[in-house]
């Protein structure tokens, strides 16, 4: 008997002859283990303790002894000798009484025992196995013209090849490939274990295949595509174990065609499962992924999509020849995004290979075109990546990195990843599963929605309460549609037509791709349209109508987060730090506002990022996320129907009005500021003051270009307040808005609250921010910096070519001007002409307050006019001040004044000149002094007075 069992244990190394005569011997004795001399003997008082009932015949006893194997009660020896007879039964399926008395007549019937051995992969199997998968295949296919496999026989199946999941001793082969990795990783499992060692080698290939040796990982596969466990869990203890409770409760299908692997795939996205469960579908994910026929949803989904598409990939698989690993499964992949009717994928196929798709997902380790293509990025970027489990985000991030850039093959395998994902966000495994939560609490909904960006928009929406790694897998997918505009599904739907007529290429002839390149060159274009004239309009079609919707909020989504804005967020990362603190923010929306308010304070390339951010919210406020937050009730009260840079304009109309909030009027505040120093972000007056600009500015242009003047002083809307007399009247319009503006809050005014701080602290320390232009033009002789007078002496010439920007005299004189002046236009100076000249001709004409504050105005602008003689760059502003002096019925008066006011200066002058050694002569002194009083004739009445 020992003779015997020595040479079945050495089955493989004796001649054929004996072989035979062995298995025959063993057939004759399936019946009654008693007929088995050496596991008779072996095995005698396991059979008394364990099976003690078990009849001795029909080989029950065996059975029993087979199923107990793996107890601790059993004998080593009876152990030994029940793996030698199983091994016995797996090269000759005669010798398992059972199977062949349930099987023999379904062999038959399937022809499977005609089946040759005829290819690689059969020729490591014992025949037993090979047949099994035969009447296995049988079972699968539905065809009423062939003779079913009984349930009988199945269930014997299903017994025999749990027996050869449960133990690696049953597999000669495999034990032998994987002896180093049994030895080196799963050394702890304790030997008596059904199923560890087999569990041990599957989790580590889910969780990285390079832990194992290549030929054992080409055994296992091997193995787990013949026995497949993945089309029946209960072949497998492990996932019986860990995962019974999961499928009990979630999966009520039929336990065949892999129904439950794919029910418990699903649920993964939608809950955690515990890691004992988790890393057993993770190591079912991994062969499925390897092997189109281990997938069996979708290997039927897919079937004339095989045949037509990807037959000679399919054929090799069929043949067992599966090299490369997941050949058929990229072949689909390839076609996934085809349109051409001919060359796409079935409706039932696609979603079933995207299911297939997301699971990948999970782990490069799970797609096997990654990791032969992308193996050495891996090495390269990833090997010492920050979080290990999380290596499609490293390559993506590496792909996007201008520094650094991916192996040929390995970016155009990530480019299709990228593609799938933006094609659904539902197919980003590592979203979904990060997200779990807040979809279900805040995007069920969108989840359920047929729209691919109903759930990325929602999340987006959500961002600002994500956390942890759902935050960071909505920012990272949200920086790889930066990278290419086609990784943004929304975008392309509505853009891709606009930017293959206008942002194709870009101006050194390179094909455009990166999304920021094409939303600022389709913006181009829309400013360009815009500012082109009627005529010469239609030539160049305009941006359609979705496509600038959608640039619109892809726009307000990087104002509002500058992570999505990379440029930005480079340039100015030193200022972040310093100034806005940015580590410390937690409203994003804050952080563009922090720059923009600290702009004086920036770096240069910083300060010229941040402009060009400011420009494009000047041009449409709906950008402007910070404004849009801080006046959403006012929009909504005062400006519903305002579109673009009407936004602005309205809040600014009703920026006094009761429905106006304090954080949207500060922020209106603080956006008209800006106006009022840099003419290009006042769309109106920008195109309305175009040919005004280039007529009078021309020289300020030029000093700004050099640099010897900063327009952020609003060196360019000066020079047209200062020419309001000269501009267009549409220009004119403009500007005075900016002045009365200016009247109604003095920091608006960035040169009097540059050069004026000190004086308004001292003279008028009480007034409201609207009272303190009117403060200083009362005060005009308490001036005392030369810049500050210049500057009331401007406020002065502009409030007396305006009235409306003196409101004192306005209010005092509203009757007049209405009864009056009713029928002229205000500006350059025509409504105080008016006033002046019907004063003139009839001293009641007036009423007593009116005539009262005129006067006091016309005495305010001779003050004025005599601060300006002392400053030859204020004097000429101060012309019409003179002007006005002349046309007042109380000339002699005034003048009588001015004489008297030179020649007390004249009697100083005196003075000084006889203490102070030097100074010129009083004769000098006298004389130039009676060339200043002598005031030149009655100017030409101007031809605006009626």
């Avoid at 203890?237 to 418990?264: F, P, R, S, W």
């Avoid at 007399?725 to 200016?742: A, D, R, T, Y």
Wanted: charge should be negative.
């Amino acid at each position: 008997a020992h003779v015997i069992s020595c040479l079945e244990l050495k089955l493989g190394e004796v001649s054929l002859q004996c072989k035979s005569v062995l298995q025959v011997k063993e057939e004759l004795a399936a019946d009654s283990f008693q007929l088995d001399k050496a596991l008779y003997l072996a095995c005698r008082n396991d059979r008394d303790q364990l099976c003690p009932d078990t009849p001795d015949n029909s080989g029950e006893v065996y059975n029993c002894l087979g199923r107990l194997k793996f107890s601790s009660m059993m004998s080593e020896q009876c152990r030994s000798e029940v793996v030698r007879r199983q091994l016995m039964s797996l090269q000759d399926y005669k010798i398992d009484y059972g199977l062949k008395t349930t099987c023999g007549e379904d062999l038959v019937t399937q022809h499977c025992l005609e089946k040759k051995v005829s290819n690689r992969l059969e020729e490591g199997f014992m025949r037993t196995v090979l047949l099994l998968q035969c009447l296995s295949d049988s079972h699968e296919v539905v065809d009423s013209r062939r003779v079913p496999v009984t349930d009988r026989c199945m269930r014997k199946v299903k017994q025999v090849k749990r027996m050869i999941m449960g133990d690696i001793e049953l597999s000669p082969s495999l034990g032998l490939t994987c002896h180093n990795d049994v030895k080196a990783h799963c050394h702890a499992v304790p030997r008596n274990k059904e199923g560890g060692i087999m569990t041990c080698l599957m989790e580590l290939a889910g969780k990285d295949e390079s832990a194992l040796e290549p030929a054992c990982r080409e055994n296992m596969l091997d193995f787990i595509t013949v026995v497949d466990p993945i089309s029946d869990y209960q072949l497998n203890y492990a996932l019986m174990e860990n995962c019974g409770d999961y499928i009990g409760e979630h999966c009520k299908v039929e336990q065949g065609e892999g129904q439950v692997m794919k029910c418990l795939m699903e649920l993964e996205l939608g809950q955690e499962l515990r890691d004992e469960c988790h890393y057993q579908v993770l190591s079912y994910k991994y062969f499925m992924s390897r092997s189109i026929l281990l997938d069996k949803p979708l290997l039927r989904a897919c079937k004339e999509d095989t045949q037509k598409l990807c037959k000679s990939e399919f054929e090799e698989v069929v043949a067992r020849d599966h090299k490369p690993h997941g050949a058929v499964i990229s072949c689909l992949y390839h076609h996934l995004f085809m349109e051409d009717e001919v060359m796409k994928l079935s409706d039932a196929c696609g979603p079933e290979l995207e299911r297939t798709i997301i699971a990948q997902g999970e782990s490069v380790n799970l797609s096997p075109n990654v990791m032969s293509r992308c193996t050495a990025d891996l090495v390269k970027y990833c090997s010492g990546y920050e979080d290990n489990k999380d290596d499609y985000g490293c390559l993506q991030r590496h792909m996007i990195d201008a520094k650094d850039s991916l192996e040929e093959e390995c970016a155009i395998e990530m480019d299709q990843y990228s593609q799938l994902v933006s094609e659904d966000v539902r197919n980003d495994y590592r979203l979904m599963k990060a997200c779990t939560t807040v979809i279900h609490e805040s995007c069920r909904a969108e989840y359920g929605s047929q729209t691919h960006s109903d759930l990325l928009g929602c999340l987006v929406k959500e961002k600002p309460n994500l956390k942890g790694s759902c935050k960071k897998h909505v920012r990272d997918l949200q920086l790889v549609s930066l990278y290419d505009f086609k990784f943004n599904k929304v975008f392309v739907d509505a853009c891709n037509a606009d930017v293959q007529k206008n942002c194709r290429y870009d101006q050194s002839g390179m094909k455009m791709s990166k999304k920021q390149d094409v939303m600022y060159c389709l913006r181009e274009q829309i400013t360009k349209h815009r500012d082109q004239g009627p005529e010469t309009r239609d030539q160049r079609p305009p941006i359609t109508s979705d496509c600038k919707a959608q640039l619109r909020a892809e726009f307000l989504k990087q104002m509002s987060d500058l992570d999505l804005d990379p440029q930005l967020l480079t340039v100015c990362s030193a200022d972040l730090k310093s100034t806005c603190k940015l580590d410390t923010m937690t409203d994003k929306t804050q952080v563009m506002e922090c720059l923009r308010r600290n702009e004086a304070t920036l770096t240069p390339e910083c300060r010229k990022k941040v402009f060009v951010r400011e420009l494009q919210q000047a041009e449409d406020p709906g950008i402007d996320p910070f404004l849009m937050r801080s006046c959403g009730d006012p929009i909504r009260l005062f400006c519903p129907n305002s579109q673009g840079e009407e936004v602005l304009q309205c809040l600014e109309s009703n920026l006094h009005n009761s429905g106006m909030t304090d954080k949207c009027a500060s922020t209106i505040k603080s956006r008209m500021r800006k106006e009022h120093s840099n003419y290009k972000l006042n769309v109106g007056l920008k195109k309305a003051c175009k040919a005004d600009i280039s007529l009078h500015c021309g020289d300020v242009i030029k000093r700004i270009i050099s640099g010897s003047t900063k327009d952020g002083e609003g060196a360019v809307v000066n020079c047209l307040k200062d020419n309001l007399n000269k501009i267009s009247v549409n220009c004119e319009e403009h500007v005075s808005l900016l002045l009365e503006q200016e009247v109604e809050d003095f920091t608006l005014d960035p040169l009097l609250s540059r050069f004026c701080a000190g004086d308004i602290k001292q003279i008028c320390p009480a007034a409201m921010e609207d009272q303190v232009e009117s403060c200083l033009r009362e005060h005009i002789m308490d001036v005392k910096s030369e810049d500050c007078t210049k500057q009331v002496v401007r406020l002065i010439t502009e409030a007396h070519g305006d009235v409306h920007l003196d409101p004192v005299l306005m209010r005092a004189c509203q009757k007049d001007i209405g009864y009056l002046c009713g029928r002229i236009s205000p500006g350059r100076g025509q409504i105080i002409e008016c006033l002046q000249a019907n004063e003139k001709r009839d001293m009641t004409v007036l009423t007593p307050t009116c005539s009262h504050m005129l006067k006091s105005r016309v005495q305010m602008w001779a003050d004025a006019y005599n601060r300006a003689k002392q400053y030859d760059s204020a004097l000429e502003m101060a012309e019409d001040l003179y002007a006005a002096v002349q046309a007042s019925q109380n000339k002699h008066e005034i003048l009588a004044y001015l004489a008297l006011s030179l020649s007390l200066l004249i009697f100083l002058s005196f003075c000084s000149g006889r203490c102070t050694k030097g100074k010129p002569p009083l004769q000098v002194i006298l004389a130039k002094q009676a060339r200043d009083i002598s005031l030149p004739g009655p100017l030409p009445q101007s031809p605006h007075i009626p």
